[in-house]
């Protein structure tokens, strides 16, 4: 055991499996004492079982850590605030939560139904702020305290998955507004972009060029988590780690303006914006004409 996390308390949703599961083991390898919570469902969110939360403790207790198991669904108000509860009463106090549980609802726009949209942004974007909200209250009286969401790169927009991609920006919106509201606290909020094998990714219909495993993603999500990462003020940021890259992602700025005196006309505009304003081309776009032509031709697709 290190002690990265020595003395901290640490709360991680959909921590039964996969990437979650590896954070919860890492973060009590490294001493803290975690909440295990894990609502136990299949990837699409169906058939609920409690099992999968307690079985991570087991593994905790087994190799002489400590944790204690809420099986409760993070997109309900009541399970981010049983979350918290459940720190607060085990443990004392809660420094940390890392929010990783999520669902996939595969469907193009044009087809998906008002309950695939509503199942995944309620898993992906309302399980992170019912935790967030309830968290920060405790964080905010502690003067510290460490929020951490999961997005993806299919932030950037999904052929297949908008409601996932919305959810995922949204995520980003989320962190930024929490790491904005709550500085004053000594409160950091960061988000996470991971690539790792797991049950969701192995569904993916390409080669991922850069993946690695969740354990990779745990080692990013400790240091976050630790006071390491809140000395060197790191707030407000979106990581990627896939296996060996660790990488940053920018801040959303504007790229190109230009002011026109007694404002605009549609005229003005169609005159003014290609020059002087222009397009930000879009790489995914690029990117899934690229994954088009390749399975035209009979490949697999590559991805990044
Ligand atoms: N694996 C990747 O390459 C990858 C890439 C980008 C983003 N992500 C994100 O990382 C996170 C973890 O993904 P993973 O690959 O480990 O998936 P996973 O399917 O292995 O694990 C997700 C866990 O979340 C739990 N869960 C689902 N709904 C829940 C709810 N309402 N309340 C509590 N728990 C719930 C599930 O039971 C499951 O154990 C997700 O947010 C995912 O979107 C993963």
């Known amino acids: ?35 295990v919570n894990d609502y136990g469902v299949s990837v699409d969110g169906s058939s609920p079982t409690s099992e999968v939360a307690e079985a991570v403790v087991k593994e905790i207790v087994a190799t002489g850590g400590e944790a204690v198991a809420v099986a409760d669904d993070v997109s309900t108000m009541a399970g981010g605030q049983r979350i918290v509860d459940v720190a607060l009463s085990s443990y004392g106090r809660l420094d940390g939560v ?20 509503d199942s995944v942004v309620a898993t992906h974007l309302k399980g992170t702020f019912t ?39 949204g995520i980003i919106s989320l962190v930024r507004s929490a790491a904005l509201g709550l500085h004053k606290y000594g409160v950091t909020a960061n988000a996470v972009a991971p690539v790792a094998r797991t049950r ?62 007694g404002g605009w006309t549609p005229e003005a505009i169609a005159e003014f914006l290609p020059g002087a304003v222009g397009v930000d081309a879009m790489p995914m776009l690029a990117q899934v004409a690229a994954m088009e032509e390749a399975a035209r031709g009979g490949a697999r697709p590559n991805a990044q």
């Open 1 to 35: 055991m290190g002690n990265f996390l020595a003395g901290k308390v640490v709360a991680v949703t959909g921590a039964g499996r996969g990437i979650g599961r590896a954070v919860a083991i890492a973060a009590a390898a490294e001493g803290a004492r975690v909440v």
């Open 131 to 169: 935790l967030f909200r309830a968290a920060s209250a405790v964080m905010r009286k502690q003067r510290g305290g460490t929020l951490i969401g999961f997005t993806s790169g299919n932030h950037q927009g999904s052929v297949s998955q908008a409601n996932y991609s919305a959810a995922k920006g």
């Open 200 to 261: 969701m990714s192995a569904g993916v219909p390409m080669e991922l060029a850069e993946i690695g495993e969740p354990e990779d993603v745990a080692a990013l999500v400790v240091y976050l988590l630790s006071d390491r990462a809140r000395e060197g003020g790191v707030t407000g940021q979106v990581y990627t780690i896939a296996g060996a890259k660790l990488a940053v992602w920018a801040q959303p700025r504007e790229l190109r303006a230009a002011y026109a005196v």
């Open 98 to 117: 890392v929010c990783v549980a999520g669902i996939l609802r595969e469907r193009m726009l044009f087809n998906m139904t008002e309950e695939e949209w």
